[in-house]
């Protein structure tokens, strides 16, 4: 069992940068695959970034490469999303969630957390 809660989320311009959090529970984390997805209003769930349990590979959506670095420290079961340039259609419910596997579809993950929301005004 994973407990996941994120954290970091707010109201910020476009161009300034936001770091999330997700602070995990349970002895599985560090054999765990983790990512990020976001959830627009009227939107389905996306992939966003995903690290596999050593941080030897790292899985990025397009619509961030270059401006979003997905990292995680097993030491503090925390994983994190560092999201530079901030643009307004970034706006959504961020939400970490693990996997045995790094794989970007949703429906494989077992574990969730409850998501923080990511506004970015223009």
């Known amino acids: 069992q994973v407990q996941l809660v994120e954290s970091g989320g707010g109201l910020v311009q476009a161009g300034d940068s936001l770091r999330l959090s997700c602070a995990a529970s349970?002895?599985?984390?560090?054999?765990?695959?983790m990512a990020w997805f976001r959830q627009a209003p009227g939107k389905e769930r996306e992939f966003v970034s995903g690290i596999s349990a050593t941080s030897s590979r790292t899985l990025y959506a397009d619509s961030v490469k270059g401006r979003f670095a997905i990292s995680r420290d097993n030491g503090k079961n925390t994983l994190y999303l560092q999201m530079n340039s901030l643009k307004p259609e970034d706006t959504a419910i961020y939400y970490c969630a693990a996997n045995q596997v790094l794989i970007s579809e949703a429906s494989h993950y077992d574990y969730w957390g409850q998501g923080t929301q990511v506004t970015v005004s223009s």
């Open positions: 349970g002895r599985t984390f560090a054999i765990s695959a």
